[in-house]
Every structure is written in C-alpha cells, then in structure tokens.
C-alpha cells in the first residue's frame, strides 16, 4: 500500500462514527443499512453517507436485496488493523453498547 493509500485510510478510520460502523460490520457477516441508523441512532442519509466514505476508500462492500443495501468488510483489506481494531472495540463501552443495540434489532426485526 502507498502513502497516499495509507493516509487515505487512517483518514477514513479517523471519524468516530465510520469506527463504529466498523467495528459492527467486523463483528458481523453484513449489515443492512437499516440495522445501523437503529444501532447509531443517525439518520439514513448521515449513515448512507458514512458508508459510502468506507466504500470510496476500499473497506465495504455491497450487496443489494431487493429495496435493502447490505454492507461488509471486505476481508482482504488491512486486515492487522481491522484486526486491532476489533480487539480495541471490546474495551469500548460506546461500541459493546453499538454491538449489543444492534443484536436486539437484528433478532427481533430482520429486514
């Protein structure tokens, strides 16, 4: 990866939000878009803005069923940091409320 590829992702991990939306797409297979404006407790278009910031710089991709987005890391991306990253957000009190919020909608309401 080259500086300016390096810059542009720690540029793109600097935003607490996009962070948080990390972190809940590593601890998931995918996540509907609706699942994280209930999670975040933003807007659609803030939180559609966001991922769309991770997906420009290379860290999502998506998948579409129907009228729902579906978002995931892709895998062969920086994967030490994502890594840290998951690790760093176990000791997150904002981020196990994230996880935790977002679980109790998944099951309750799947899209």
Known sequence: MNTEKLAALFKTLSEPVRLRIVYLLLRSDEICVCDLVDTLSLSQSVVSRHLAYLRNNGLVSTRRDSVWVY???????????????????????EMQKDLLKLNSFTKKYPC
């Open 71 to 93: 978002y995931k890391i892709i895998n062969n991306c920086c994967v030490p940091l994502l890594e840290h990253i998951r690790e760093s957000g176990r000791n997150n009190n």
